[in-house]
């Protein structure tokens, strides 16, 4: 199963951006996904929880972020969102999106329990 993360850029101090991240899987498996999140990681820091969603919508935001960010999924096309508004300077780092994901292989019908990571994609806010 793999996490491909989308919609990261420049933008001024105030804007707004949305990441997109899609899972997908090869032929032969299907899957389904529990928690969706979004993870950042600043230069010189470590990565950090941004937030998080259930596979039934509750969700979870790290304290910097609550109020200004907003996590949504879409079950059906195994896609979390983010939307990003009044961005701020600290905002600045690379966004990876994780997910909880059962995946079985349809041949022998035998079922895995992974965590899987997108590449991620650059978050840059100018002041």
């Not at 933008?11 to 991240?21: D, E, I, K, N, T």
């Not at 899609?22 to 498996?29: D, M, T, V």
């Amino acid at each position: 199963v793999q996490l491909q993360a989308s919609g990261g850029g420049v933008v001024q101090a105030g804007g707004s951006l949305r990441l997109s991240c899609a899972a997908s899987a090869a032929s032969g498996f299907k899957f389904s996904i529990n928690d969706m999140g979004w993870y950042r990681q600043a230069p010189g820091k470590q990565r950090e929880l941004v937030a998080v969603i259930s596979s039934g919508g509750s969700t979870n935001y790290a304290d910097s972020v609550k109020g200004r960010f907003t996590i949504s999924r879409d079950n059906a096309k195994n896609t979390v969102y983010q939307q990003m508004d009044n961005l701020k300077p600290e905002d600045t780092a690379v966004y990876y999106c994780n997910a909880d994901i059962m995946a079985m292989a349809i041949a022998t019908m035998a079922y895995t329990a992974l965590n899987a990571w997108g590449l991620g994609t650059q978050v840059t806010v100018s002041s």
